[in-house]
């Protein structure tokens, strides 16, 4: 068992949909970051969490401790959009979730 | 600068070959990570080194080999590597440890023959 699953697995939309990836974990946590990796291999960081909801332009990611699960949001969605989006927490290691790969099709 | 940069971007070499990959960061950072990406697997985390000091090693085979020269600079030493070494090596960096975001490089993809 993954210390970290998110789904869906693959996911696609039609741009301007809005669209949400989810992550749980099963481990106690001091952070949980949001990465997207663009084909091609850069990985950006998006958000780091600890506790309640950030936004950042068209993102919004939320964590709910208590639960062990975190969502990840993206509103107004657009092909640029597409990309694998990944799920790390932090406890005395790392683990990574296994990826959600995004394609928005205009 | 808010950057990460790796060197090479991409590398061949042999398995008898002697190679080092290369990450710098002027960002100020403590805290300094290696990865290792199969294609379509999320990245495994190698080393870390905190204040120039080796402070994770998650089991990782002694060929390869890290080092960090000062603050800034992260390298990483191969030899006699294997084919199935072959993948995106991808440095990171953060303020501290633990509880920051972690800024990463664009990867060096490393293929061993």
């Known amino acids: 068992k993954n210390e970290v699953e998110q789904s869906p697995q693959n996911l696609t939309a039609q741009e301007g949909e809005f669209i949400t990836i989810n992550c749980s974990y099963s481990v106690g946590i001091s952070a949980l970051h949001w990465l997207q990796q663009h084909p091609g291999g850069g990985i950006v960081s998006l958000f780091m969490?600890?506790?309640g909801k950030k936004k950042h332009g068209r993102l919004i990611a939320t964590i709910n401790i208590q639960e062990k699960h975190s969502s990840l949001h993206i509103t107004a969605s657009h092909p640029r959009d597409s990309a694998v989006y990944i799920c790390a927490v932090r406890f005395h290691q790392f683990y990574f979730g296994t990826g959600t790969s995004l394609t928005v099709i205009p | 600068d808010t950057e990460v940069t790796q060197t090479p971007k991409h590398l061949v070499m042999g398995m008898t070959n002697k190679k080092s990959l290369k990450c710098e960061q002027h960002m100020g950072h403590r805290a300094m990570y290696w990865y290792k990406q199969k294609a379509k697997k999320p990245p495994e985390l190698m080393f870390v080194?905190?204040?120039?000091?080796?402070?994770i090693n998650e089991s990782v085979p002694s060929r390869f080999s890290p080092e960090c020269p000062n603050s800034s600079l992260l390298n990483l030493h191969l030899h006699a590597l294997q084919p199935e070494d072959s993948a995106l090596y991808l440095c990171?960096?953060?303020?501290?440890?633990?509880?920051?975001?972690?800024?990463f490089g664009p990867g060096t993809r490393l293929t061993v023959t």
């Open positions: 990171a960096s953060s303020p501290q440890d633990r509880g920051y975001e972690q800024y």
């Open positions: 969490l600890s506790s």
């Open positions: 080194y905190s204040y120039e000091k080796l402070s």
